[in-house]
């Protein structure tokens, strides 16, 4: 009886019945006594169910607050009320988005920390390797030889350079502040801006390059498609051997425009293939200087078009690289 509200009930339920009956009795005995029979029992009625409505919400408020100190896993016991179940359901869909967004952040963090453990090892290489160099370069006479330290450390400064500038990206596209414009692009001039960066390389080690491009138009960023796939490209001329061949090709279905990227490399082993769009993943045949990454920076670009990549290789024989860009999403 510490509630106010039943208190009030209580005396003005009590006064109105007390009263109804006084004024019965002027009509007769038995009506006065009907009168206080019914509005006893309607009075003690609604206090009996406005007590457990309070104790009901009661319970609400206990489990709001111990979900405000981080206990989600508990479970709001059945409620058969109009407006206490309505209530209760709305609470109940909160807390489970709130579970599901706590457990997000965990993994956020976990993978944060694993992020930054990655990348803290594959800066510390060349950081070590740039440190060495400097100490030699303060002792060495030979002027050849110091040519040959600077140059050391400019190929660790760009690998450097590449590997930050490909987590700027990445945390980008997961921060979500990139915005991927829906242009009509050539895949012709996709393939063709993609491979000016290597094909130097590609000369130096003489391998052949093979393309057969339709003249197909998709929708979607031209940077950033450039990006995903000069990143694919990357990854097969670093597989190929001297002499090698790369083959580069663009189809056109009713379902969906395509890029095959193909090469005649060192080829992925069976157990590697399901990670190799993982960041940070070195498989067994990785490149010494790979970092894991840019298939990784590659699958998240395409899906972020509604695109998707997969692959297939075999050791020995080389890796087949297959972009999609769907014509309609369903």
Same mark, same amino acid.
């Given at each position: 009886?510490?509630?106010?509200?039943?208190?009030?009930?209580?005396?003005?339920?009590?006064?109105?019945? /007390?009263? @109804?009956?006084?004024?019965?009795?002027?009509?007769? *005995?038995?009506? &006065?006594?009907? *009168?206080?029979?019914?509005?006893?029992?309607?009075?003690?009625?609604?206090?009996?169910?406005?007590?457990?409505?309070?104790? +009901?919400?009661?319970?609400? %408020?206990?489990?709001?607050?111990?979900?405000?100190?981080?206990?989600?896993?508990?479970?709001?016991?059945?409620?058969?009320?109009? $407006?206490?179940?309505?209530?209760? =359901?709305?609470?109940?869909? *909160?807390?489970?988005?709130?579970?599901?967004? =706590?457990?997000?952040?965990?993994?956020?963090?976990?993978?944060?920390?694993?992020?930054?453990?990655?990348?803290?090892?594959?800066?510390?290489?060349?950081?070590?390797?740039?440190?060495?160099?400097?100490?030699?370069? +303060?002792?060495?006479?030979?002027?050849?030889?110091?040519?040959?330290?600077?140059?050391?450390?400019?190929?660790?400064? $760009?690998?450097?350079?590449?590997?930050?500038?490909?987590?700027?990206?990445?945390?980008?596209?997961?921060?979500?502040?990139?915005?991927?414009?829906?242009?009509?692009?050539?895949?012709? +001039?996709?393939?063709?801006?993609?491979?000016?960066?290597?094909?130097?390389?590609?000369?130096?080690? =003489?391998?052949?390059?093979?393309?057969?491009?339709?003249?197909?138009? /998709?929708?979607?960023?031209? =940077?950033?498609?450039?990006?995903?796939?000069? %990143?694919?490209?990357? %990854?097969?001329?670093?597989?190929?051997?001297?002499?090698?061949?790369?083959?580069?090709? @663009?189809?056109?279905?009713? /379902?969906?425009?395509?890029?095959?990227?193909?090469?005649?490399?060192?080829?992925? &082993?069976?157990?590697?293939?399901?990670? /190799?769009? $993982?960041?940070?993943?070195?498989? +067994?045949?990785?490149?010494?200087?790979?970092?894991?990454?840019?298939? &990784?920076?590659?699958?998240?670009?395409?899906?972020?078009?509604?695109?998707?990549?997969?692959? %297939?290789?075999?050791?020995?024989?080389?890796?087949?690289?297959?972009?999609?860009?769907?014509? &309609?999403?369903?």
């Amino acid at each position: 009886m510490q509630n106010r509200e039943l208190k009030l009930y209580l005396v003005y339920g009590s006064i109105a019945t /007390i009263t @109804a009956a006084v004024l019965c009795l002027f009509v007769s *005995v038995v009506c &006065a006594g009907i *009168v206080l029979v019914l509005g006893a029992g309607l009075t003690i009625f609604y206090y009996v169910e406005t007590v457990k409505r309070y104790r +009901k919400l009661s319970e609400l %408020n206990t489990y709001l607050s111990l979900v405000c100190s981080g206990h989600y896993d508990m479970q709001i016991g059945e409620n058969t009320e109009g $407006e206490l179940s309505i209530l209760q =359901n709305n609470l109940y869909k *909160v807390i489970v988005l709130l579970r599901t967004q =706590n457990e997000m952040l965990k993994k956020d963090k976990t993978f944060l920390a694993d992020a930054l453990a990655d990348i803290s090892h594959q800066l510390k290489t060349p950081l070590t390797s740039m440190m060495v160099m400097a100490d030699l370069l +303060k002792v060495e006479e030979s002027k050849e030889k110091r040519l040959e330290f600077v140059g050391i450390i400019e190929t660790q400064l $760009e690998k450097m350079r590449w590997l930050l500038s490909n987590l700027l990206k990445f945390s980008k596209l997961d921060a979500g502040t990139v915005v991927l414009k829906q242009d009509s692009i050539s895949l012709s +001039k996709v393939i063709e801006e993609s491979l000016k960066p290597f094909m130097l390389m590609m000369d130096l080690k =003489n391998l052949t390059l093979k393309r057969d491009v339709a003249d197909v138009m /998709i929708r979607g960023d031209f =940077n950033w498609t450039v990006e995903a796939v000069s %990143n694919v490209i990357k %990854n097969c001329i670093e597989h190929l051997p001297e002499g090698g061949c790369l083959t580069i090709t @663009a189809s056109s279905t009713s /379902i969906y425009d395509a890029i095959l990227i193909q090469d005649t490399g060192t080829g992925i &082993a069976p157990e590697d293939l399901p990670h /190799i769009f $993982e960041r940070f993943y070195h498989g +067994k045949n990785a490149s010494k200087d790979s970092v894991g990454i840019g298939l &990784a920076l590659a699958k998240t670009i395409l899906q972020k078009e509604h695109g998707e990549i997969t692959v %297939n290789s075999e050791v020995s024989v080389g890796t087949t690289f297959e972009i999609r860009f769907y014509k &309609a999403i369903v």
